[in-house]
């Protein structure tokens, strides 16, 4: 088994350091070709807008885009998140995703970056609380049936999954807790 993490721009190296601290295999993923080698994919937080132009000029939009519809399992965290829904609310003028994720998100909807915050939160299916770290966080504002609320903050869900897609507006690769990643591995072992 090999995830990916997606390495345009973001938190890349944090995310690989917490697979690998449960000991999976991981790859950077900058190219179809090594796209088509991962299991699953990690997409990491950052920049949603600059992320998904990336991934146009480097041919991977419709790539991933493939995969996700044929079920691969990807992990959005923060603009990773923003990249897997269906819908954004406050995106950059014609701002587009990956998909897959039934879900509106609205960015940057924890205010700027000075309204960053951390806060312990209660997550579906873990025993102990996760610290979430939120940076110019996106919340969720609509989910669609299929979609699992996992966790929220503030009375909008702030962790969700549906089917194969796992998502988080924090970001548990900077918290040193692998459990959300625990959570995904195990994921992708099912698939
Ligand atoms: N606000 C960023 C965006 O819209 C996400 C921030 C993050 O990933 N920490 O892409």
Known sequence: MRIGVLALQGDV??????????????????????????????????????????????????????????????????????????????????????????????????GRQVDSFEGELAVQGLDEPVHGVFIRAPWVEETGPDVEVLASSNGHPVAVRQGHLLATSFHPEVASDARMHGVFVEMVRAQ
């Open 13 to 110: 190296r944090e995310h690989v350091a917490s697979l690998e601290s449960l000991g999976v295999e991981t790859l950077t993923v900058r190219r179809p070709s090594e796209l088509a080698q991962c299991d699953g994919l990690v997409i990491p937080g950052g920049e949603s807008t600059t992320m998904i132009k990336l991934a146009r000029i480097f041919e991977l939009l419709e790539p991933l885009r493939e995969r996700v519809r044929a079920g691969m399992p990807a992990f959005g965290t923060c603009a990773g998140m923003i990249l897997l829904a269906d819908r954004i609310v406050d995106g950059a003028e014609g701002q587009e995703t990956i998909g897959g994720l039934d879900i509106t998100v609205r960015r940057n909807a924890f």
